[in-house]
């Protein structure tokens, strides 16, 4: 399994933007289908967007799309998620997670991953 670290967290005020990186271990990230989660306190853990593992396909929660966009860098392992016109209720902690995956599938359900980072804190303000 590979080894996922997260970045890119931060306080931003309602509007703003910031890029959250997911970086890997490993020489096999090319194989891997990666996600993004989030979780508010109080709240369930809920999927924010994912990507294939050759990076073709991407798939996004509703209230996201639009404004995220998630990108996967195999030659620099990292997965990207470009948040864009931020909420306060995009205020979270945010976690990648990633699995082996072949023929361009993307999964979308926190059990579907079986690697997962320590998560980034995100938080808008109004």
């Known amino acids: 399994q590979v080894q996922l670290v997260e970045s890119g967290g931060g306080l931003v005020q309602a509007g703003g933007s910031l890029r959250l990186s997911c970086v890997a271990s490993g020489r096999i990230f090319w194989r891997y289908a990666v996600g993004w989660f989030r979780q508010a306190p109080g709240k369930e853990r809920e999927f924010v967007a994912a990507?294939?593992?050759?990076?073709?396909?991407?798939r996004y929660a509703d209230s996201v799309k639009d404004r995220f966009t998630i990108t996967k860098d195999n030659i620099k392992n990292t997965v990207y998620l470009q948040m864009n016109n931020l909420k306060p209720e995009d205020t979270a902690v945010y976690s990648c997670a990633g699995t082996i995956s072949t023929w361009g599938k993307v999964p979308g359900a926190a059990g579907d991953f079986g690697s997962w980072g320590q998560g980034t804190q995100v938080t808008v303000s109004s």
């Open positions: 990507i294939a593992e050759s990076g073709a396909s991407t």
